[in-house]
């Protein structure tokens, strides 16, 4: 049981909520279905652990260092280079051309167990490095740039087209199918890198820093285009679930606070008991909402995501007004509402369509402000909260801290949410401490980080 609560803390760590009950339910589906066959064991986790479809791929890395695959050869030290040679090309039938093939056939034959014996080969063999016993290690890297898998796609379709040619439109098909193969076989080169890893290091500490988590928890700042991507397709449940935690604080706000005066006057008739307080009643109204981002560079995803966030939540508000910036700023509320439909290419969009820059390029925040307080003054007043979104990184211009007073003066409230992390305010030519002094900045590195802060935030 030791493996089973380590691999649920590891889960835990990467923000899979699990409690008691399932990791008891996991132990008795572990005794239900026995150690023999490791697939069923882990259909058998992966049904009473997690919760969502999102988890998987996180719980199958995790799953893979806690409970491994048997390795039926011996594995080599780092420093063993025999099969395929110091130079990495092997002049026996083991050596790098070799494997290659023997890869491809693999591959063409679609034989999962001899492609794992492979990808443990290939890492012996390729994947080790330093020579002293506390710095050896492996690296799927190293192992995938020396062996390039992807390379082997012209070779897998002709022997899977050995009776003969496919049609045109099976052709792509099948070239789509041998590319799923390929990246299968370069998650088993990772997935054993990590094992053999772990047995160095520790299962919790690898599966603590090597794992990658799920996408709702990777750092705005260093996501890719994939993990961009997935993140774009959970705005719609992100969303809903901050409509009902929205609707739940209306409805108690609603009900408004006690009215102390009529209380204890009513509280005449019971001996001066306030059995039954008055409450004074909220007046109806939905506050506004603007969004100030900068779209330029690294912090383009953070602010994309947000808007995207915000358009699916703009029922819940009154008003909502998007304004998007690099040096210059530009409304871009209606770019917003037709790029519902094709959220991966709103960036392009903008970038394109609306007037963002002057005669350079880089984002320069305070010549912004104060275009922004100048041209669209009027999308402030008692009721509007403000986000702005961005690093606050000048490139040594004027902060011009003036218009973001006035800004902060003129709304209701006004929020700064940074994507990087609060150690990294104040350097460089980041002037974020002068800014929080004027106005509420938070960090906000991820979308959970983000889920949490607009459901706190936003107004009722």
Known sequence: MARLTGLVAALRDHGCGIGTGETVDAGLALEAVGF???????????????????????????????????????????????????????????????????????????????????????????????????????????????????????????????????????????????????????????????????????RDRVARRAVAGTADRVDFLLAGREQLDELRRTVRPLARKLATRL?????????????????????????????????????????????????????????????????????QFGRVRVFAFVNRVDEVTGLLARGAADPAGLGERILAEARLTGWHGQSDYGTALDEFAERYADALGPRTVVFVLGDARTNRADPRTESLRLIARRARRVHWLNPEQPALWGTGDSVAPLYAELVDMRPCRNARQLGDLVGRLLPV
């Open 247 to 315: 609707a739940a604080r209306r409805r108690r706000a609603s009900r408004g606070e006690i009215d102390l005066r009529r209380t204890l006057r009513g509280s005449l008739s019971t001996g001066g008991v306030p059995v039954r307080p008055v409450l004074r009643r909220r007046r109806p109204g939905r506050p506004e909402l603007v969004l100030l981002c900068d779209v330029s560079g690294s912090v383009a995803g953070f602010a994309q995501f947000t808007m995207l966030l915000v358009q699916a939540l703009h029922d």
């Open 36 to 202: 023999a066959d490791r697939e069923r064991m882990r259909e058998a986790l992966a049904a009473t652990l997690l919760h969502g479809e999102r988890q998987r791929p996180v719980f199958d890395r995790v799953f893979d260092l806690y409970f491994p695959a048997t390795v039926t050869a011996t594995d080599p030290g780092p420093g063993d280079r025999s099969a395929t040679g110091p130079g990495g090309e092997g002049s026996d039938a083991g050596g790098l051309a070799g494997l290659r093939e023997r890869i491809a056939e693999a591959l063409a034959a679609g034989d999962t167990a001899l492609l794992d014996r492979l990808a443990a080969e290939a890492v012996a063999g390729l994947g080790g490095y330093g020579s002293g016993p506390g710095t050896d290690g492996w690296s799927s890297y190293q192992t995938l740039s020396r062996l390039r898998p992807e390379t082997l796609l012209a070779r897998v379709r002709a022997a899977r087209t050995a009776d003969g040619p496919e049609p045109e439109f099976s052709d792509r098909l099948l070239d789509d199918e041998i590319r799923r193969a390929i990246e299968g076989f370069r998650e088993r080169v990772r997935t054993e890198a990590r094992r053999r890893v772990a047995d160095r290091q520790g």
